[in-house]
């Protein structure tokens, strides 16, 4: 590389480096790697909801099959917006280094 890219790369490194320590991303990236697994199960729930369920049933076993699934996904995604809420509060309450993490809230 030349010595003008390799000056541009360095430059967006320290930016990037210093963007993702910021309080706010990391609790958010936290609460949502967090919270993950919840999303690839409604995930796999749409996936066999979708694909798998109609190569193998139909008709009523089929309608039967689907609303199986679609109670998953939207438990699940349900489910999940309520801990997301919760684990952004927790880890913005940690990454902050504030001493109650149980009941993290806003201030007045």
């Known amino acids: 590389m030349t ?3 390799q000056s541009f790369v360095e430059k967006f490194t320290m930016f990037s480096a ?8 990391r609790s958010l990236r936290d609460a949502f790697t967090t919270i993950m697994p919840m999303f690839i199960m409604a995930g796999l729930a749409v996936l066999a909801n979708n694909v798998i369920f109609p190569r193998i049933f139909s008709g009523n076993t089929l309608e039967k099959f689907q609303v199986f699934g679609n109670v998953v996904t939207n438990g699940t995604l349900n489910i999940a917006s309520i801990l997301a809420a919760a684990a952004i509060a927790f880890f913005l309450a940690k990454n902050k280094i504030l001493k109650i993490l149980l009941v993290p809230y806003l201030l007045p």
């Open 3 to 5: 010595e003008e890219k």
């Open 18 to 25: 210093r963007l993702g320590n910021q309080v706010h991303l």
